[in-house]
């Protein structure tokens, strides 16, 4: 088998065959596979095991789960039986929320996201942040952290800082990246690929700028795959 890149891709369609398809043709390529909350609505859990079946690669459940702790952590328990590497807590739900989330999946590595990629320093002041976007998602990590959550989800700008302040044994995963060759999309805060693993992240989350070549079909999404993560091997 060759080496996989630590990519995640993003599988954010509402067509399961496609999915299917889009797992097929890169899973030589990438570690493994986000499924996010447009996903899990279309197909819910029978869909995250039609793609477990598929692949040996890992699964990144990306659920963002915000609500009162008893209720997080009963979502938690109803998703664990999936078995993802990853599931998603959104970290300014508090401390009591992440714990809960994390007591129970003691098998599931949460990963607590901090600030939105797509959120710029005016949303965050509109929202009501005071702090600067570095200084909240840093002040998040460490709320987690300390709440028992094993990795953190930040914006590639925020990766050297988090690393400092959670140290190295929490994992790092980062959306935003887009390649030089590709556009921003939704995100504001981005970074190239080989620049986001230096700067201490342990994982990618890359979606459209791999998945839009599935355009021009099977082939072509296997290829901008092998490109993308010939840059990290």
């Known amino acids: ?37 447009e996903f899990f609505a279309a197909f819910g859990g029978e869909g ?20 009162i702790p008893n ?7 109803a998703v664990a039986v999936l078995k993802p590497r990853f599931l998603t807590v959104h970290s300014s739900g ?27 320093s005016k949303d965050l002041s509109d929202i009501g942040f005071e702090s600067s976007p570095l200084d909240s998602a840093v002040r998040l990590a460490q709320l987690a952290v300390s709440a028992g959550a094993r990795a953190i989800v930040c914006s590639p700008l925020e990766i050297a800082s988090i690393r400092t302040a ?8 980062t959306p935003g990246v887009r390649p030089t060759s590709s ?11 080989k620049s986001a693993i230096s700067a ?16 021009d079909g099977f082939d072509a999404l296997r290829a901008r795959a092998a490109t993308i993560a010939a840059e990290l091997i």
């Open 183 to 193: 556009g921003s999309d939704d995100q504001q805060r981005t970074m190239d690929p």
């Open 200 to 215: 201490g992240a342990d994982y990618l989350v890359i979606g459209r700028p791999i998945t839009s070549a599935w355009t």
């Open 166 to 173: 959670v140290g190295a044994d929490i994992s790092i995963i």
């Open 1 to 37: 088998m060759t080496r996989r890149a630590p990519i995640f891709l993003a599988i954010d369609c509402d067509d399961l065959d496609i999915a299917k398809s889009w797992v097929k043709a890169t899973q030589e390529s990438v570690c493994g596979f986000k499924l996010g909350l």
């Open 71 to 77: 209720t997080v952590a009963g979502a938690t328990r």
């Open 94 to 120: 508090g401390s009591a929320m992440v714990a809960a989330a994390a007591i129970a999946g003691p098998d599931i590595n949460i990963a607590a996201v901090t600030i939105l990629t797509s959120l710029t």
């Open 48 to 67: 995250v095991r039609q793609i477990a079946d598929l692949t040996d690669a890992e699964l990144f459940l990306d659920l963002k789960l915000h609500d």
